[in-house]
């Protein structure tokens, strides 16, 4: 009987499959969330402000360690005549490192 009335109208069977499937792909756009958009745009801002802070982060650490890899070999060369124990130069290369982290007249000590 379907088919009787499929062929009364001039539509076949494969033809109906595709316009069903062409309007079950063309389905209505979804409504914007005004409050959802403000908390995603809140919320991509942070990240954003948390992913500088890292990498800004990474790059003091990676600062660091240089300033306190050469101020160890200067320290190392200056005073293993005087003092030949690892905890001594241990102890003045970190308060060195700290004061070149803090102000850049030491830092220009332990440049390139």
């Known amino acids: 009987m379907i088919s ?7 539509m076949t069977v494969e ?8 309007l079950e792909k063309k389905a ?4 914007i969330d005004v409050a959802e958009g ?3 745009a809140e919320k991509a801002r942070e990240m954003h402000i948390a992913m500088r802070q890292l990498l800004q982060n990474h790059s003091v650490e990676r ?6 890899r050469r101020a160890r070999k200067r320290v190392k060369e200056n005073i293993i005549k005087a003092y030949d124990r690892d905890d001594v130069v241990d102890e003045i290369t970190v308060r ?4 070149a982290m803090a102000d850049s007249f030491y830092k220009k000590w ?3």
């Open 15 to 22: 033809a109906t499959r595709q316009g069903m499937t062409y």
């Open 28 to 31: 209505k756009p979804k409504l």
């Open 63 to 68: 600062q660091c360690s240089d300033v306190k």
């Open 110 to 112: 332990f440049a390139h």
């Open 96 to 99: 060195l490192t700290d004061a």
């Open 4 to 10: 009787w009335v499929f062929n009364i109208f001039g």
């Open 38 to 40: 403000t908390f995603l």
